[in-house]
C-alpha cells in the first residue's frame, strides 16, 4: 500500500472534511461535528450536507465538488449505500486520507466485504489512505474527529492507542482518565479494510519527528502482516517506544465473535504469543490489564529494570499484601539501613514501622508523608529500584496535601515512584487535582506489583547483528 499520507497527515491535518455532517447530535456525523468545535480544531474545516448551508454554526457545502480545496483528512458519515460516490469524489479531489465510520459492510455479509474491496480499489488507484469502514474516527493532540465516547482531550507526547475496535478505544479511555492516564493519539481501524493496525505502526515507526510518545497501547482483531507488524513493531522497541498489547479473536469462541464485530479471521493463540515476545510487545488479555501496564510504564519513566522495592504505606495491612506479591513475583523488599530507619524514625510518630516496608500510620501528612519519602530516595538510592507508594483517606489529613507531597517526590526524589490510592470515592477531589496535574495511579496494590512485573519481565528486543 503506497499512500499520500503521513502520520502527520492523521495526527496534525491543515483541513478535515466532514461528509455527513449534521446539526442532529444524535447522529454520527453531527455528533462527529460537535467534539472537532468543543476541542477547537485550529484547521481548515470542511462540511458537507447537501440539504444544509451551515451546521452547528459552520458554513456546509453541497457536495465534495463544491469544496473549494481538497481536504487533508476526511470523515464519512452516511449511509453505507452512498459511501462509495463519496469515496470516488474525495479520491478524485485530491485528498490524502479517508476516515469511513459508516458500519454496513464487511462485517455483515459477503457483499459488504465486495464492497469494501471496492472503496481499497478507488484508494489505491488513487494513493489514498483508506480507515474503516466500520469505526469511529481518530483522536490527537491536535483534534478530536471521533463521534463515539467522551471526546478525549490529549496531550502531545502521550501515550498513543491504536486499536482495531472503535469501543475499545471507547472503553479503555474512560478507564484510563479515570486513573490519570493522558493519550497523544487514538486511532481505530475498524475492518481494516485497507489500513490495519500494522499500517499504522508503519507510519509510527516513519515518523519519529511527528511522534514524541514513547508509550504505544494496541488492541489487534486482525493481523494479515505478521512479518510487517513484527519488523514495524521491533524497530518501534530498538527506537526507545515500549509497547503492550491485546490480540483478541485467538480462540475459537474469540474468532466467531471478531468474525461478527470486523470481520477478523483467526489466529492461533500460540503462534500470537510468540510474535509479541519476537516484538518486544507486553502482551495484556483486558483492558484493565493494559492501563495497568500503561501506568507502570508512565511513571517508571524509562527505568524499565530492577527487583528492588522500598514499600511505603499509610497502613500496615496494604502493605504487607503488596509485599506478598511482590516476593512471589521475584522481587525483593530489602531492609533499610540503620541510618535511614534512624532518619524515618524522627519523621513519623510513635508506633510507625521504620523498615521495609515503612508504616506511617493513618495519621500521616503531608509533610510526613514527603519526609520520608525524600530520606528513602536520599539514603536507599543505591539499594533501590523502585518506591511502591500505598495511601487511603483516613480522614485526619489533607489528601491534597499529601498527593503534592507525592509529586514532588516523583520529580526530584531521583528513584521511579509509583503511586496507589485506595480510596478513590473519599478522596476524589484530591485525586482529581492530581490527575489534572498529569499524574497516574493505581487503585490496587496487588495490580501495581503485577503491573510493574510484566514490564520487567517484558520481552527484550535486542539489537540486529550488523
Known amino acids: 500500500m ?48 447537501p440539504r444544509a448551508s451551515e451546521v452547528q454554526g459552520v458554513s456546509a457545502y453541497p457536495s465534495v465538488a463544491a469544496l473549494p480545496a481538497a481536504p487533508e483528512l476526511a470523515f464519512i458519515a452516511i449511509p453505507a449505500k452512498l459511501v462509495k460516490p463519496a ?8 485528498a490524502k486520507a479517508v476516515v469511513v465510520l459508516s458500519a454496513g459492510f464487511g462485517e455483515v455479509s459477503e457483499a459488504g466485504k465486495e464492497e469494501e474491496r471496492r472503496l481499497v480499489a478507488i484508494a489505491d488507484a488513487h494513493g489514498m489512505l483508506l ?18 465516547g467522551v471526546p478525549p482531550i490529549s496531550r502531545k507526547g502521550a501515550i498513543d492507542f491504536l486499536s482495531g475496535s472503535g469501543a475499545t478505544v471507547d472503553f479503555l479511555y474512560e478507564l484510563a482518565t479515570r486513573r490519570g492516564l493522558q493519550f497523544n493519539s487514538l486511532l481505530n481501524v475498524g475492518n481494516s479494510a485497507q489500513t490495519g493496525v500494522t499500517d499504522l505502526l508503519r507510519l509510527y515507526d516513519e515518523a519519529p519527528e511527528v511522534d514524541a510518545s514513547r508509550i504505544k497501547l494496541l488492541y489487534i482483531e486482525v493481523l494479515r502482516q505478521p512479518e510487517a507488524f513484527l519488523r514495524h513493531a521491533r524497530s518501534l522497541s530498538l527506537k526507545g517506544c515500549s509497547l503492550a498489547g491485546i490480540k483478541s479473536g485467538a480462540t475459537e469462541a474469540g474468532s466467531r465473535a471478531a468474525a461478527s464485530h470486523t470481520g477478523a479471521m483467526a489466529t492461533n493463540d500460540t503462534a500470537v504469543q510468540a510474535l ?24 517508571m519513566k524509562g527505568k524499565l529494570d530492577g527487583r528492588r522495592i522500598a514499600v511505603v504505606s499509610d497502613a500496615g495491612g496494604p502493605a504487607v499484601v503488596l509485599s506478598d506479591e511482590l516476593n512471589r513475583l521475584g522481587f525483593v523488599v530489602p531492609p533499610f539501613a540503620p541510618h535511614t530507619r534512624e532518619r524515618i524514625a524522627q519523621a513519623l510518630p510513635p508506633g510507625a514501622a521504620t523498615g521495609n516496608p515503612v508504616d506511617c500510620l493513618p495519621t500521616r501528612n503531608g509533610e510526613s508523608i514527603g519526609n520520608v519519602l525524600s ?48 480510596s478513590p470515592v473519599s478522596a476524589e477531589e484530591a485525586l482529581t487535582r492530581f490527575r489534572e496535574a498529569g499524574r497516574c495511579y493505581f487503585e490496587d496494590e496487588v495490580a501495581m506489583a503485577r503491573a ?7 520481552p527484550v528486543v535486542a539489537e540486529p547483528v550488523t
Open 276 to 299: 509479541f515476545e519476537k516484538a518486544g510487545i507486553i502482551r495484556a488479555q483486558s483492558r484493565p490489564e493494559l492501563i495497568d501496564v500503561a501506568t507502570a510504564l508512565t511513571c
Open 452 to 458: 510493574l512485573s510484566r514490564v520487567v519481565n517484558r
Open 131 to 148: 480507515i474503516g469502514p466500520n469505526c469511529s474516527g481518530i483522536v490527537s493532540h491536535a483534534h478530536a474527529s471521533k463521534f463515539s
Open 2 to 49: 503506497q499512500t499520500q499520507a503521513t502520520l502527520r497527515t492523521l495526527l496534525e491535518p491543515e483541513s478535515i472534511a466532514v461528509i455527513g455532517a449534521s446539526d442532529d447530535t444524535s447522529k454520527p456525523g453531527g455528533k462527529l461535528v460537535r467534539n472537532i468545535l468543543l476541542r477547537g480544531y485550529a484547521g481548515r474545516l470542511y462540511l458537507v450536507n
Open 87 to 94: 469515496v470516488e469524489e474525495l479520491a478524485e479531489k485530491g
Open 375 to 422: 530520606i528513602v530516595a536520599e539514603e536507599e538510592r543505591e539499594n533501590v529500584d523502585y518506591i511502591l507508594f500505598i495511601d487511603g483517606d483516613s480522614g485526619l489529613a489533607d489528601n491534597w496535601e499529601i498527593c503534592k507531597a507525592l509529586m514532588r517526590a516523583q520529580d526530584e526524589g531521583g528513584i521511579p515512584l509509583l503511586p496507589c490510592f485506595l
